[in-house]
């Protein structure tokens, strides 16, 4: 899964071959600097711009060079090879710069949680868990505070909702239940999962954004409170929901596109060509599905830290995955991974206390699931697993668009620049 992106990288230009103006014996000896130089030579260069890099990373274009690195060790100014300054231990240049040549420090700078260069799978769960911990007092109280009020509101739609479990005693008394009463049990359980979902949807578009605009402080080395995390991520809220609302939209369309050849053939008639179908239609949806899924996978912390729009946002994720797809693809399933192995860690404890206060009887008598006993103690399990883990999603994407950003575009200069580290202001 490396990401060996092409073309030259924006903000570089490749050096220029024409010949010197200085002529001489062709005896290996290199040209004489002191030479006097023309009236065009002379004259004053621009000033470079010093200003601050902008607060949104936003620009498309990273900085110039700073001075003391160089481009291929030198630059032609105006038919006169000249060095600027010291060069530098070498080293390779890393996938997206290689074009122009440029040279790097063996040091990268590290100004906040991870070092401003390209990124391995374990430098980003190390960042992920580093910002985590560095500013855990607004990480993990955005995500405490999620978490708590979703799972108060599916508790209480559980309760009041689910309370009546008649229907649901009725189908676990009767071998051949009625088609009202299935019907009802659906309803109920359909009614009480929409609640929680769009409850979930909210809590994980609120921790999304915030989540994101603290990864992307700890970066640059700054410290950031909950209030200036709410107003940093409040303006792009409904874009966040849309875009959250639309990719899962896509990912379904794109499976069911690929099944929906077998289920028109299963009611038509022909068992066996449907059987076939729908298998064939599985394996290509799911791979249709997790092509669309990891080429808007980048899109939420573009909309944040691009402040783009949805559509901008989904062609920009596009545009940054090119390339990248298995390598994306792998860090995802890494992170899901991670989530599920979390969250079935805490569910064992909670569900065993959750089983001892019942009685041990949930799946016989499914009355308990809704009791008070049961509700809180698997919501605790829950606000514990999420309290954790949607920080670490939100750093790992967070990390993986910065690294794409900074493979493709040289960011890291551009934020070295805006975290002040020394040698980057010009």
């Known amino acids: 899964m490396n990401d060996s992106p092409g073309g030259t990288s924006p903000g570089s230009a490749a050096p220029d071959h024409r010949p010197s103006r200085n002529t001489g014996k062709d005896d290996g000896s290199t040209p004489d600097d002191s030479t006097e130089p023309t009236t065009a030579e002379a004259a004053p260069r621009p000033a470079p711009d010093n200003r601050p890099g902008p607060r949104k990373w936003a620009a498309d274009q990273p900085p110039a060079a700073p001075q003391g690195w160089t481009l291929g060790h030198q630059s032609e100014d105006r038919g006169r090879r000249k060095t600027r300054g010291p060069v530098p231990a070498q080293r390779p240049a890393y996938p997206g710069n290689q074009a122009g040549g440029w040279r790097y420090p063996p040091q990268a700078a590290k100004p906040g949680v991870i070092p401003l260069r390209p990124l391995s799978i374990g430098e980003m769960l190390e960042g992920s868990f580093n910002a985590m911990r560095a500013h855990w007092r607004t990480a993990l109280g955005i995500s405490l505070v999620v978490a708590v009020l979703t799972e108060i509101v599916s508790a209480l739609t559980a309760r009041f909702w689910l309370g009546d479990t008649s229907d649901l005693e009725a189908l676990t008394r009767k071998d051949n239940p009625s088609i009202e009463e299935l019907n009802n049990a659906l309803a109920d359980t359909l009614r009480s999962v929409s609640m929680t979902g769009v409850v979930g949807m909210l809590g994980t578009v609120i921790a999304t954004a915030m989540l994101t605009v603290v990864v992307s402080r700890a970066v640059l080395g700054r410290q950031v409170t909950l209030g200036e995390a709410w107003r940093d991520a409040r303006p792009q809220l409904l874009r966040l929901l849309g875009l959250l609302l639309l990719v899962p939209l896509l990912v379904s369309l794109a499976l069911l596109g690929c099944l929906l050849p077998g289920l028109l053939t299963a009611f038509a008639g022909p068992t066996e060509l449907a059987v076939s179908?729908?298998?064939?239609?599985?394996?290509?949806?799911?791979?249709?599905?997790?092509?669309?899924?990891?080429?808007?996978?980048?899109?939420?912390?573009?909309?944040?830290?691009?402040?783009?729009?949805?559509?901008?946002?989904?062609?920009?994720?596009?545009?940054?995955?090119?390339?990248?797809?298995?390598?994306?693809?792998?860090?995802?399933?890494?992170?899901?991974?991670?989530?599920?192995?979390?969250?079935?860690?805490?569910?064992?404890?909670?569900?065993?206390?959750?089983?001892?206060?019942?009685?041990?009887?949930?799946?016989?008598?499914?009355?308990?699931?809704?009791?008070?006993?049961?509700?809180?103690t698997s919501g605790i399990g829950a606000v514990i697993a999420s309290t954790v883990s949607l920080p670490l999603t939100a750093g790992i994407t967070a990390l993986v668009y910065l690294d794409q950003r900074i493979r493709r575009e040289a960011l890291d200069l551009e934020l070295a620049r805006a975290a002040g580290v020394p040698g980057f202001d010009r």
């Open 277 to 376: 179908l729908l298998a064939l239609g599985l394996l290509g949806g799911t791979a249709a599905a997790a092509w669309v899924w990891v080429r808007f996978c980048l899109a939420p912390p573009a909309l944040m830290l691009e402040k783009q729009g949805l559509i901008a946002a989904m062609r920009r994720s596009a545009k940054l995955v090119r390339g990248s797809w298995w390598r994306i693809l792998g860090i995802q399933l890494l992170t899901l991974l991670l989530v599920f192995a979390i969250s079935f860690v805490v569910s064992i404890p909670t569900a065993a206390i959750s089983a001892i206060a019942s009685g041990g009887d949930t799946l016989a008598n499914p009355a308990t699931a809704t009791d008070w006993p049961s509700l809180i």
